[in-house]
């Protein structure tokens, strides 16, 4: 017969209490001409993460489908060629430079499917051993993200957080926890623009509840504390650590929760898109964000466009357009790098429509991209070779970015986290290091 000793516990107990939390006017010129002198920078900063999985379509020099269907641009410099591809961008040369060359050194030995755990946080990782740690758009979000209705916003076409090594999420906190992803485009949209009475009612007493149940977690972890050994006190501080990040966000929707949102209409957003019909759904994550951004509803966004590897349903996604799942094209070759050119192609149409968005809506003396830095890529080239990231820097020109380029780096000079601190200073998040930095990236910005 076993005895239950006083520090073992019951899993019930640990839990108790725990659950997820899901998640103005539009930003006004006039809210600029409050001031004499208005200046760019009374305008609010925005950053944005997006990642597409499986690397990209890189036809051999000497193959017959090199020209059209690869995703790199021909030449370098100011002088760069577009291709079928990536034709999408051409409209948008002067907002957005190409990057190839940089990647996490920590990640290069790893199978190239959990590279993505780490693209935002340059994380220590080894092959036998996994500590994620923040990801720079927390880090971000904690200095420009206070004024805004909600500090971040983390989208996913997996929702959720996944596992280790198949992440569903890019946002990850100061103790290296996984910030969950939202995937439903009309919970999302109601959590931003919802304006129905019963959901405000709702949404009080939700807030109500889920303060209930993390007072009962706090004044249980004293009593917990004196019965536990060190190894489990560690855990303990490191699970209570986010427990008061979580009560930060509530204490932030209390504050919020009585201010009006902002008036968006259901009709500019297919917010009833899933994944079956995956065209109206891709595109609607990008009209969700602009929307975002342009209401100043949150200035930092990072969204998974897909996820690593085979068996989830945005895998399924090219089928759509008569082509096999994602994860089956990047381990084709031959005749089939057209195939997997086409959906790079389908996929930077929709990034370059993003765009188009941002650039169209005016805001002070510049446009909301001009104000928005957006990086957007993969953390590997091919499927499995977390080397040479596919990586565009879009927008931000207010930020001093010189556009126009197809910068190649060397990786044994520089990396991918050098570049997230250069991104982090111009936009006055003062960062002097971060990651597995070494230096500052300042070659894509005006000095």
């Known amino acids: 017969m076993s005895h239950k000793k006083s ?36 305008s609010p900063t925005r950053v944005a993460c997006f990642f597409f999985p499986n690397g ?9 489908f090199h020209s059209d269907w690869h995703w790199f641009p021909k030449g370098t410099g100011y002088d760069y060629q577009l291709n079928q591809s990536t034709a999408s961008f051409e409209r ?36 036998n051993s996994y500590s994620n740690t923040i990801s720079m758009d927390q880090v971000i979000a904690e200095k420009i993200g206070d004024d805004t209705r909600f500090q971040s916003l983390a989208l996913s076409t997996g929702g959720g957080v996944g596992t280790t090594g198949r992440t569903h999420t890019l946002s990850f906190t100061k103790t290296g926890q996984p910030i969950p992803a939202e995937d439903n485009i009309r919970r999302c949209f109601n959590m931003l623009f919802g304006q129905n009475d019963t959901s405000l009612k709702a949404a009080r007493q939700q807030l109500l509840l889920k303060k209930s149940m993390l007072d009962g977690i706090l004044e249980d972890s004293n009593s917990l504390k004196t019965r536990l050994n060190g190894r489990d006190r560690a855990k303990l501080d490191e699970y209570l650590s986010s427990m008061r990040e979580y009560e930060r966000r509530i204490q932030r929707l209390e504050i919020w929760l009585d201010k009006p949102k902002p008036m968006v209409a259901e009709a500019s957003i297919s917010v ?14 990008y009209d969700l964000i602009f929307h975002a951004f342009q209401t100043d509803t949150t200035r930092v966004v990072t969204h998974m466009l897909g996820i690593e590897g085979g068996g989830s349903k945005s895998d399924h996604f090219p089928e759509a357009l008569g082509l096999r799942p994602h994860h089956a094209l990047s381990h084709r070759k031959g005749s089939d790098f057209k195939d997997w050119g086409l959906w790079d192609q389908f996929m930077n149409q929709n990034f370059a429509y993003f765009l188009d968005r941002l650039s169209k809506a005016r805001e002070g003396d510049g446009t909301v991209l ?40 060397d990786e044994n000079e520089v990396r991918l986290a050098d570049m997230f601190v250069s991104m982090m200073n111009a936009v006055d998040v003062e960062t002097p290091q971060f990651g597995d930095s070494t230096r500052e990236l300042n070659e894509i910005f005006e000095t």
Request: with cysteine; glycine share 12%; net charge positive.
């Open 272 to 285: 009833d898109a899933t994944s079956a019909n995956m065209e109206d759904y891709v595109r609607a994550f």
């Open 92 to 127: 948008h040369r002067d907002n957005i430079t190409f990057i190839s060359g940089l990647s996490h050194p920590g990640g290069r030995h790893m199978a190239g499917h959990g590279v993505s755990d780490v693209y935002l946080t340059a994380a220590p990782v080894d092959a």
């Open 56 to 64: 990209v379509a890189l036809p051999p020099k000497d193959g017959e």
């Open 7 to 42: 520090w073992h516990l019951d899993r019930r107990q640990m839990l108790r209490g725990t659950g997820g939390l899901a998640l103005g006017l539009p930003f006004l010129d006039s809210m600029t001409m409050a001031n004499s002198t208005p200046r760019a920078t009374d």
């Open 370 to 409: 001009d104000r928005s830095l957006i990086m957007y890529g993969c953390s590997t080239s091919k499927t499995h070779l977390a080397r040479n990231y596919p990586l565009i820097l879009a927008g931000g020109k207010q930020f001093g970015i010189r556009h126009g380029q197809f910068r190649q780096f």
